[in-house]
Antibody, heavy 123, light 109 residues
Framework: QVQLVQSGAEMQEPGASVKVSCKASGYTFTDYYIHWVRQAPGQGLEWLGWINPKTGDTKYAQKFQGWATVTRDTSISTVYMELNRLKSDDTAVYYC????????????????WGQGTLVTVPS | QAVVTQEPSLTVSPGGTVTLTCDTSTGTVTSGLYPYWFQQKPGQAPRTLIYDTTIKHSWTPARFSGSLLGGKAALTLSGAQPEDEADYYCSLTYTGARVFGGGTKLTVL
């Protein structure tokens, strides 16, 4: 069955970087985009960006351009989201989610989500 | 960056009907902004209910429907159930970048 399994909770100091992983299984890794979404405590959802695992192409929200980096390792079906220069405002649960197919076909976007990774940046 | 706006909160009676809306700062919501609707309950990851304006996932209850209404995207819940109490988020796509609305807290009371 399709699963997106994320790495465990992290606590990082302000100014440091964090790298969260999202390991896909149960489907062909390069067949679907992967998106990253975060949610600060008690707040709404915020979209960070996506990666096309087939090509490595990425797209970021304007706010995260130059600040977040999404990469993939096709050999282990894993996508990474790295956020640097962390601030206390970056304390949030970070989710990966499966997006649309990378090739034409029947689409079921955002059908599977990772369990979320809590990143804590103390103030 | 565009701003997506939703009602902060709405209340519906059990068995009643409610419409949540999703507006864009860029003018009118069209199908070309690929509206999605997500449901999130406390402590859970979001779950997609509707994509591309009207299309339901296999798990989306029939009482939910998506549409365009008055220049906005809309999520209509007909026959609300207690388990529909949740936060609902819409999102729109602008040249490949998704933007989420602030969410609507729906109370079934």
């Amino acid at each position: 069955q399709v699963q997106l399994v994320q790495s465990g909770a992290e606590m990082q100091e302000p100014g440091a970087s964090v790298k969260v992983s999202c390991k896909a299984s149960g489907y062909t890794f390069t067949d679907y985009y992967i998106h990253w979404v975060r949610q600060a405590p008690g707040q709404g959802l915020e979209w960070l960006g996506w990666i096309n695992p087939k090509t490595g192409d990425t797209k970021y929200a304007q706010k995260f351009q130059g600040w977040a980096t999404v990469t993939r390792d096709t050999s282990i079906s894993t996508v990474y989201m790295e956020l640097n220069r962390l601030k206390s405002d970056d304390t949030a649960v970070y989710y990966c989610a499966r997006g649309v197919r990378t090739s034409p076909g029947f689409q079921t976007p955002y059908d599977f989500w990772g369990q979320g990774t809590l990143v804590t940046v103390p103030s | 960056q565009a701003v997506v706006t939703q009602e902060p909160s709405l209340t519906v009676s059990p068995g009643g009907t409610v419409t949540l809306t999703c507006d864009t700062s860029t003018g009118t919501v069209t199908s070309g902004l690929y509206p999605y609707w997500f449901q999130q309950k406390p402590g859970q990851a979001p779950r997609t209910l509707i994509y591309d304006t009207t299309i339901k996932h296999s798990w989306t209850p029939a009482r939910f429907s998506g549409s365009l209404l008055g220049g906005k995207a809309a999520l209509t819940l007909s026959g609300a159930q207690p388990e529909d109490e949740a936060d609902y988020y819409c999102s729109l796509t602008y040249t490949g970048a998704r933007v989420f609305g602030g969410g609507t807290k729906l109370t079934v009371l």
